[in-house]
């Protein structure tokens, strides 16, 4: 697979198959990971690594887990404007399209809301933390180390879904993984073989045309 491949067949998976997912092809993907940009060779990323029998024991966990949380940071801006807005509304509305969920069933997009936090059913996953001291560009190079994973993901032939809905639950995993109080959870990333047959891995978001977001300047 070449990289063009990789980044055209990268989806966020929503459906895993229970296959489990080795140790040591998360480690040598993570591993591989670590040769992304990283501004001043900080490496600011900090992961911990949850799989197959410590998943089974974090679900639990969450079930149980009682507290009220706080978010570490806002996902989305406070007041979206366009055309943010409505790209961030319809790919909404065509996933819960693809489900036959209507906008009038609050709980069963609530419902599919929670599957978040069960990773979809992936057998594999990982929290990404960051030290609270870094800034804005230390966050830019989370990034580019998250898309190199799961551009490597690709390759190995196992699907990926990054989240950022992780963010409000920042305490209990906290509290799971026993990572210190200097990092902050940036997002969760769901690992494992993707579902052919599950309805809403068939979700593939537009993305708004070249003219809209490009410029070759004069």
Same mark, same amino acid.
């Given at each position: 697979?070449?990289?063009?491949?990789?980044?055209?067949?990268?989806?966020?998976?929503?459906?895993?198959?229970?296959?489990?997912?080795?140790?040591?092809?998360?480690?040598?993907? #993570? @591993?591989?990971?670590?040769?992304?940009?990283? !501004?001043?060779?900080? $490496?600011?990323?900090?992961? =911990?690594?949850?799989?197959?029998?410590?998943?089974?024991?974090?679900?639990?966990?969450?079930?149980?887990?009682?507290?009220?949380?706080?978010?570490?940071?806002?996902?989305?801006?406070?007041?979206?404007?366009?055309?943010?807005?409505?790209?961030?509304?319809?790919?909404?509305?065509?996933?819960?399209?693809? #489900? @036959?969920?209507?906008?009038?069933?609050?709980? !069963?997009?609530?419902? $599919?809301?929670?599957?978040? =936090?069960?990773?979809?059913?992936?057998?594999?996953?990982?929290?990404?933390?960051?030290?609270?001291?870094?800034?804005?560009?230390?966050?830019?190079?989370?990034?580019?180390?998250?898309?190199?994973?799961?551009?490597?993901?690709?390759?190995?032939?196992?699907?990926?879904?990054?989240?950022?809905?992780?963010?409000?639950?920042?305490?209990?995993?906290?509290?799971?993984?026993?990572?210190?109080?200097?990092?902050?959870? =940036?997002?969760?990333?769901?690992?494992?073989?993707?579902?052919?047959?599950?309805?809403?891995?068939?979700?593939?978001?537009?993305?708004?045309?070249?003219?809209?977001?490009?410029?070759?300047?004069?």
């Amino acid at each position: 697979m070449d990289v063009s491949e990789a980044v055209d067949s990268r989806l966020s998976v929503r459906e895993f198959l229970k296959t489990p997912v080795e140790d040591e092809l998360i480690k040598e993907l #993570l @591993e591989k990971s670590a040769r992304s940009a990283s !501004g001043g060779n900080l $490496q600011p990323w900090k992961i =911990f690594i949850i799989n197959n029998s410590t998943m089974s024991k974090f679900l639990k966990f969450q079930e149980e887990w009682t507290d009220p949380e706080t978010p570490a940071y806002d996902i989305y801006p406070e007041n979206l404007t366009e055309p943010y807005k409505t790209s961030r509304y319809e790919v909404g509305a065509q996933m819960y399209s693809i #489900l @036959e969920i209507g906008r009038e069933d609050k709980e !069963g997009r609530f419902k $599919q809301m929670l599957e978040n =936090f069960k990773f979809f059913g992936a057998p594999s996953a990982f929290f990404c933390f960051v030290d609270r001291q870094m800034g804005r560009p230390q966050w830019s190079d989370l990034g580019m180390f998250l898309q190199t994973f799961m551009l490597l993901s690709r390759e190995a032939g196992l699907d990926t879904c990054p989240q950022e809905a992780w963010a409000i639950k920042q305490e209990s995993v906290t509290s799971f993984v026993k990572a210190p109080d200097e990092l902050m959870l =940036f997002c969760g990333m769901a690992i494992g073989y993707k579902d052919k047959n599950a309805k809403i891995n068939e979700l593939r978001t537009e993305r708004r045309p070249f003219e809209d977001w490009a410029i070759f300047v004069d």
